[in-house]
């Protein structure tokens, strides 16, 4: 019955970075791009200016490993997960690189840098000397929602595991 009480996930959330262009309309743009520049070049290539093609598929397969690399580095996030005993932070790079760190709630503080025209630039998590920026994918006002979570669920775990 402790064990369980002392467990129990206060807060939990998975950062990730934002992507508005989702892989079936990255697919829909690439085509649109790509019928643009074959009908853009076709009167190059019908007067003899061959070369004119090459450059406007050069263009396509620049758009396209640009997107790739982009999608690639959608793949990180940042784990953040709080019970009455430990905070938990972990980051994953997009190639699969893996950093956790391990707190005790009671010493952690939220330390924010804020700007007074942008809002919240960079929220930190900082405890016994150490120092790790978290919610650096957010913006400036999702940035502000998690700090204000994330202080709410810390004040719950300094009070302690509830046990009924």
């Given at each position: 019955?402790?064990?369980?009480?002392?467990?129990?996930?206060?807060?939990?959330?998975?950062?990730?970075?934002?992507?508005?262009?989702?892989r079936?309309?990255?697919?829909?743009?690439?085509?649109?791009?790509?019928?643009?520049?074959?009908?853009?070049?076709?009167?190059?290539?019908?007067?003899?200016?061959?070369?004119?093609?090459?450059?406007?598929?050069?263009?396509v397969?620049?758009?396209?490993?640009?997107?790739?690399a982009?999608?690639?580095?959608?793949?990180?996030?940042?784990?953040?997960?709080?019970?009455?005993?430990?905070?938990?932070?972990?980051?994953?790079?997009?190639?699969?690189?893996?950093?956790?760190?391990?707190?005790?709630?009671?010493?952690?503080?939220?330390?924010?840098?804020?700007?007074?025209?942008?809002?919240?630039?960079?929220?930190?998590?900082?405890?016994?000397?150490?120092?790790?920026?978290?919610?650096?994918?957010?913006?400036?006002?999702?940035?502000?929602?998690?700090?204000?979570?994330?202080?709410?669920?810390?004040?719950?775990?300094?009070?302690?595991?509830?046990?009924?």
């Amino acid at each position: 019955m402790d064990d369980l009480a002392s467990e129990r996930r206060i807060f939990s959330a998975r950062l990730t970075p934002h992507r508005s262009l989702t892989r079936k309309h990255f697919r829909l743009l690439l085509i649109i791009i790509g019928c643009a520049g074959l009908f853009t070049s076709l009167p190059f290539v019908i007067m003899g200016a061959w070369p004119v093609a090459g450059f406007m598929g050069l263009d396509v397969a620049l758009i396209y490993f640009a997107f790739r690399a982009n999608f690639r580095d959608a793949r990180a996030y940042e784990d953040v997960t709080l019970t009455p005993l430990e905070l938990h932070l972990a980051k994953v790079s997009a190639k699969g690189a893996r950093a956790d760190w391990r707190f005790n709630p009671s010493w952690v503080r939220l330390e924010r840098e804020e700007d007074e025209e942008f809002g919240l630039q960079r929220l930190e998590v900082a405890s016994r000397g150490a120092r790790i920026e978290i919610a650096h994918y957010l913006g400036p006002d999702d940035k502000a929602r998690f700090a204000t979570e994330l202080s709410r669920a810390l004040a719950e775990a300094r009070r302690g595991p509830r046990y009924n």
